[in-house]
T-cell receptor, first 113, second 113 residues
Framework: NAGVTQTPKFQVLKTGQSMTLQCAQDMNHEYMSWYRQDPGMGLRLIHYSVGAGITDQGEVPNGYNVSRSTTEDFPLRLLSAAPSQTSVYFC????????????FGPGTRLTVL | GEDVEQSLFLSVREGDSSVINCTYTDSSSTYLYWYKQEPGAGLQLLTYIFSNMDMKQDQRLTVLLNKKDKHLSLRIADTQTGDSAIYFCAESMGDTGRRALTFGSGTRLQVQP
């Protein structure tokens, strides 16, 4: 199993550009989520999904869109990048088990100029 | 609301014990977790504790939970230079649909040789 994979690892965008951060998992997990990590602030939840076709907003959803057309994939879209979106982005997945162990991808480091 | 707090930095000498502390506010949390993040990497689950336990030991790691004070700690015995990383405390309300975690801001552990 590859676990949770994310691409790209690094990305530099100009203000106003759009892009999609990819996330995939091969563990057949129902639950997937996107977090951003900023210095001194821990991880904050952007969007999450409890299954294919179902998504919802987390704490900091503005400026981001998601979709979940398959169980495996959960892409995060930035429609018009802003410098405030410079961050490290982590995708995570978990099964329906009560323990709710989250498996994290390696992260995407995004810089918006 | 949910809030998880940690001190930002801890420095210890190799061979000493490290104790990382965390406070949380949501008394309905069912599981509490400790994650480790090494430089440039994603988060890796170290250990977790169910809310009806007050202690859990796993090799060099000891987790203590004081539900009355909403205080969680992680003790690392015989700390090694390889333990240098950022440690995140996180809580989960496992019975809700959201399944995402609320993280503290992380404690950077520096181990001096």
């Amino acid at each position: 199993n590859a676990g949770v994979t994310q691409t790209p690892k690094f990305q530099v965008l100009k203000t106003g550009q759009s892009m999609t951060l990819q996330c995939a998992q091969d563990m057949n997990h129902e639950y997937m989520s996107w977090y951003r990590q900023d210095p001194g602030m821990g991880l904050r939840l952007i969007h999450y999904s409890v299954g294919a076709g179902i998504t919802d907003q987390g704490e900091v959803p503005n400026g981001y869109n998601v979709s979940r057309s398959t169980t495996e994939d959960f892409p995060l879209r930035l429609l018009s990048a802003a410098p405030s979106q410079t961050s490290v982005y982590f995708c995570a997945s978990s099964s329906s088990g009560r323990r709710n162990e989250q498996f994290f991808g390696p992260g995407t480091r995004l810089t918006v100029l | 609301g949910e809030d998880v707090e940690q001190s930002l930095f801890l420095s210890v000498r190799e061979g000493d014990s490290s104790v990382i502390n965390c406070t949380y506010t949501d008394s309905s949390s069912t599981y509490l977790y400790w994650y480790k993040q090494e430089p440039g990497a994603g988060l890796q689950l170290l250990t977790y504790i169910f809310s009806n336990m007050d202690m859990k030991q796993d090799q060099r790691l000891t987790v203590l939970l004081n539900k009355k004070d909403k205080h969680l700690s992680l003790r690392i015995a015989d700390t090694q230079t390889g333990d240098s990383a950022i440690y995140f405390c996180a809580e989960s309300m496992g019975d809700t649909g959201r399944r995402a975690l609320t993280f503290g801001s992380g404690t950077r552990l520096q181990v001096q040789p």
